[in-house]
């Protein structure tokens, strides 16, 4: 059974830092690439970045220079870095594998990052 387990949300004034953490299980890791989603109330699923197994990373404009995607495969883990936090960064961040198991909240609870103004 494939799980995803997030962790590291908070809640931060703007302009913080957090570190989320997702580590994977019920399948072949090192096959896949990886990445991150978010939710907001409201709004659709939007994807942030994903880390393939070479190491090759994509951001989302809105997130570039801010966030960097890091994988330890030994450890079948990511991680996210979020720097310079705004308030419309404020979702619930959930961790995919590509393609077969991408979406928000089917996979894992997820993580809530908060961003206060």
């Known amino acids: 059974e494939v799980r995803m387990a997030e962790s590291g949300g908070d809640s931060v004034p703007a302009g913080g830092s957090l570190t989320l953490s997702c580590t994977a299980s019920?399948?072949?890791?090192?096959?896949?690439?990886m990445g991150w989603f978010r939710q907001a109330p409201g709004n659709e699923c939007e994807e942030v970045s994903n880390?393939?197994?070479?190491?090759?990373?994509y951001y989302v404009e809105s997130v570039k220079g801010r966030f960097t995607i890091s994988q330890d495969r030994a450890k079948n883990t990511i991680s996210l870095q979020l720097n310079s936090l705004k308030p419309e960064d404020t979702a619930v961040y959930y961790c995919?594998?590509?393609?077969?198991?991408?979406?928000?909240?089917?996979w894992g609870q997820g993580t809530q990052v908060t961003v206060s103004s």
């Open positions: 019920g399948f072949n890791f090192d096959r896949y690439s």
């Open positions: 995919a594998a590509y393609p077969l198991w991408v979406d928000c909240g089917r």
């Open positions: 880390i393939s197994p070479d190491g090759s990373a």
